[in-house]
């Protein structure tokens, strides 16, 4: 292999780009008329035709049969029960038998030798879904759908695949040129990866947590006179605090990401002074920090769960959050309102003071502290609905077996059950697919990436001007912003070798 020996497979070898490939439209119209079980291969060709590229070929099959699948789980509604029974039966059943034919087509697809390349174009080419459209649809796309699971999701091609690209990149992304610069510069662009970028991520999480933590121990004192606050100039903790917090924002929804979007809202809300106790602003970042802790750990990118092993972290955490949402949350909400009465007549015979305030003078004959036998009775009411709720807590949580065991499981994904494994190669195929991309930009970067390309695309697409000049302008951007950070990250945390030999032995 020389230098210009491609480091993977070119673009012009693996079809991606949604405006040279069929719609996925027409042929799920066509095929949603025929019997699910007698649907064949020659029916999820656009017009009849081959693509030409067997992966893009059984991709499309997949995505459209995919396709088909999910809005037959999605049963129409009807005001007669009866059709609407009948319809969702007749949904279920071809649900199934489409289940059957993604895995025949898969399994077909698998049954010749098959390199790195051939999986991933399967996995992430896109196809349109009208035609000149630009929503598209790939197989990874319904993969870490919770609403569509399939036992695809599972195969274990497929997750080694994701863990490949999550390590070293995509293969079809990068590859060598003959020109010696351009080589080197390949190279240098093959070092950042779905992981690093997590990192870096994750790093700009912390350094948000850390500053608003700084700013919840030492918060900006109250001047004697409110004149005073128009004074004071936004430091550069408090501007940092705003740039992430909107980098944050144009990230996937999660926990750690909303948490972080309602710090600008805090500071909006005490101009024109700043958040400083005891005003609701302040109390507002004290939220904020609280939910972000927990949103951290949770598992939803970002989290270090998923810059660990991920068949032993995912499952574990999927487990716990589930168990939670389960047990907890019903237990809590069961209880809420004998709680609440609970908790109200406890207050009520502990406090005389708050009876004198709701009373009033004209009741002075209750005016007195309560007897003590009534706070005995309030104070055992009270302890008896927590003990009802813990105790409801731990039933539901021993009612529910633990399904499988670690020595039973076949595959580690699904030590704790496979419904566990299903949910955590889920969230990981999302996090996958959310940090892959030729030229990622990941937080704080992405308001570069926002304001030099985005915004400019916008308004070339909306008054029809050529902006074929951005493309070289977003790579240039990511080499001198992101690509230094994450080279210097894949450096001194993993091996930089490792990728390289990697993406040259796919080019084979």
Not at 34 to 55: K, N, T, V
Not at 382 to 399: C, E, N, P, Q, Y
Request: net charge neutral; charged share 15%.
């Amino acid at each position: 292999m020389d230098e210009s020996t491609p480091l993977l497979a070119s673009e012009s070898d693996i079809p991606s780009n949604p405006e040279y490939l069929p719609s996925i439209s027409h042929v799920v119209a066509r095929i949603s008329t025929l019997d699910a079980e007698q649907i064949r291969f020659e029916d999820l060709r656009p017009d009849g035709s081959p693509i030409g590229h067997h992966p893009t070929e059984i991709a499309f099959a997949l995505v459209v049969l995919l396709q088909l699948r999910k809005t037959r789980l999605r049963s129409s509604q009807s005001s007669n029960i009866y059709e609407t029974w009948i319809s969702r039966k007749a949904d279920a059943h071809d649900a199934d038998s489409l289940e059957k034919r993604i895995t025949s087509i898969w399994q077909l697809f698998l049954a010749e030798y098959r390199d790195i390349g051939d999986i991933e174009a399967v996995l992430w080419t896109r196809f349109p879904v009208v035609d000149e459209g630009e929503d598209s649809r790939r197989v990874l796309d319904f993969l870490g759908d919770t609403k569509c699971n399939t036992s695809l999701t599972s195969h274990p091609l497929v997750i080694s695949s994701l863990r490949h690209t999550w390590k070293y990149g995509r293969s079809m992304n990068f590859r060598f040129a003959s020109n010696h610069t351009l080589n080197w510069l390949s190279r240098y662009d093959a070092l950042s990866t779905p992981r690093t970028f997590h990192l870096i991520e994750w790093i700009s999480h912390l350094l948000f947590l850390a500053f608003l933590v700084n700013y919840l121990l030492l918060p900006i004192k109250q001047p004697h006179i409110s004149g005073d606050w128009l004074e004071y100039q936004y430091g550069s903790r408090e501007l940092f605090l705003i740039v992430l917090s909107l980098s944050f924002l144009l990230r996937p929804r999660s926990l750690v990401n909303t948490s972080s979007v309602i710090v600008p809202f805090a500071f909006l809300s005490s101009l024109p002074s700043i958040p400083h106790p005891p005003n609701t602003g302040f109390s507002i970042l004290q939220w904020a920090a609280f939910l972000h802790v927990l949103g951290l750990n949770l598992p939803q990118s970002p989290s270090h769960l998923f810059l660990l092993s991920h068949h032993h972290t995912l499952p574990l955490a999927v487990l716990l959050t589930q168990r939670i949402r389960w047990t907890i949350f019903p237990a809590i909400l069961f209880f809420l309102p004998l709680f609440i009465i609970a908790s109200y007549l406890l207050s009520l015979s502990l406090f005389e003071t708050f009876l004198k305030t709701i009373v009033g003078e004209m009741h002075s004959t209750i005016l007195d502290p309560p007897p003590m036998e009534t706070r005995v009775t309030f104070l055992c009411l009270f302890f008896t609905v927590v003990a009802l709720i813990l105790l409801s807590i731990f039933i539901l949580a021993t009612s529910v077996p633990l399904l499988s065991h670690k020595e039973f499981a076949s595959d580690r994904w699904d030590q704790y059950s496979h419904q566990v494994g299903q949910a955590a190669r889920q969230t990981f195929i999302r996090t996958v697919v959310s940090d892959s991309g030729t030229y990622t930009f990941p937080p704080p970067f992405n308001i570069l990436h926002l304001v030099f390309f985005r915004i400019p695309c916008f308004f070339g697409h909306l008054f029809d001007i050529p902006i074929s000049i951005l493309d070289s302008g977003e790579r240039i951007l990511w080499r001198i912003t992101v690509g230094p950070i994450a080279v210097l990250f894949t450096f001194v945390i993993w091996n930089p070798i490792e990728y390289l030999f990697s993406k040259m032995s796919t080019s084979h």
